[in-house]
């Protein structure tokens, strides 16, 4: 007469599902097993030996994952398959800036260049002047040169939340304010002379529009009239 032992490992594997953030840890344990050791199958392909029925994984890159584990008893195995997949997100966020000028103002386009595994949810801009906007590519308008902290907070459908900031540095023309300086008065058949006065110099040009007269370009007009009346004198900086 023979006495066989039959034995079986046994043991419940739970986690908890659903979505993580890049570089977030799941905890995965055994409870009321007999197991002596466990080979834990993370779904990416990876394995980890453990003699203990709790384990801590992080999963390296972004995607969703089934994971199993299999329990160890003598010579005895048994495969626990886990039922709730885990979802691993990778939020990277970002932007680019095109920046048109124009007199008084600068025009801003901003792109957002973020990324996410299971996409993207939300936006929110702070341009560092205490506007905001919730668009995606939004368009600002800055009446003042100087750097502004700009940040962008991108949250994606997981949850996950990160944010990207840059100084953004910002140069606006204002507007030239010019003056006319030159004859008041003139002789009829004689030259009149004007002149263009102005503090703003930098890559600025003149036209002069003449009353029955020349339109003209430069610093300086000058005109002849052959008839006596009051005439106008237009100068565009």
């Given at each position: 007469?023979?006495?066989?032992?039959?034995?079986?490992?046994?043991?419940?594997?739970?986690?908890?599902?659903?979505?993580?953030?890049?570089?977030?840890?799941?905890?995965?344990?055994?409870?009321?097993?007999?197991?002596?050791?466990?080979?834990?199958?993370?779904?990416?392909?990876?394995?980890?030996?453990?003699?203990?029925?709790?384990?801590?994984?992080?999963?390296?890159?972004?995607?969703?994952?089934?994971?199993?584990?299999?329990?160890?008893?003598?010579?005895?195995?048994?495969?626990?398959?886990?039922?709730?997949?885990?979802?691993?997100?990778?939020?990277?966020?970002?932007?680019?800036?095109?920046?048109?000028?124009?007199?008084?103002?600068?025009?801003?386009?901003?792109?957002?260049?973020?990324?996410?595994?299971?996409?993207?949810?939300?936006?929110?801009?702070r341009f560092g002047d205490g506007t905001?906007?919730?668009?995606?590519?939004?368009?600002?308008?800055?009446?003042?040169?100087?750097?502004?902290?700009?940040?962008?907070?991108?949250?994606?459908?997981?949850?996950?939340?990160?944010?990207?900031?840059?100084?953004?540095?910002?140069?606006?023309?204002?507007?030239?304010?010019?003056?006319?300086?030159?004859?008041?008065?003139?002789?009829?058949?004689?030259?009149?002379?004007?002149?263009?006065?102005?503090?703003?110099?930098?890559?600025?040009?003149?036209?002069?529009?003449i009353e029955e007269g020349n339109t003209?370009?430069?610093?300086?007009?000058?005109?002849?009239?052959?008839?006596?009346?009051?005439?106008?004198?237009?100068?565009?900086?």
């Amino acid at each position: 007469v023979a006495r066989v032992v039959v034995s079986a490992p046994a043991g419940e594997l739970t986690y908890r599902g659903g979505f993580y953030c890049t570089g977030q840890s799941v905890q995965f344990r055994l409870a009321n097993t007999n197991a002596g050791s466990f080979v834990f199958y993370p779904g990416n392909g990876d394995s980890v030996l453990a003699t203990t029925p709790d384990i801590t994984y992080t999963y390296p890159s972004a995607g969703r994952y089934l994971p199993r584990v299999v329990l160890i008893f003598n010579s005895c195995r048994l495969t626990l398959q886990g039922q709730d997949s885990i979802r691993v997100d990778a939020l990277r966020p970002g932007f680019s800036t095109t920046v048109l000028q124009a007199c008084g103002s600068s025009r801003v386009q901003f792109t957002d260049t973020s990324s996410s595994f299971f996409g993207l949810a939300a936006r929110n801009w702070r341009f560092g002047d205490g506007t905001v906007s919730t668009l995606a590519n939004p368009v600002k308008w800055y009446t003042a040169s100087g750097q502004y902290p700009v940040v962008l907070q991108v949250t994606s459908v997981s949850g996950c939340v990160d944010s990207v900031r840059l100084n953004l540095e910002v140069q606006v023309q204002q507007f030239p304010q010019v003056t006319i300086t030159g004859d008041t008065a003139a002789c009829l058949g004689q030259p009149a002379f004007f002149e263009a006065n102005t503090t703003f110099t930098e890559g600025l040009t003149y036209t002069w529009t003449i009353e029955e007269g020349n339109t003209t370009q430069g610093s300086r007009a000058q005109n002849i009239w052959f008839r006596q009346g009051i005439f106008r004198v237009q100068l565009i900086g």
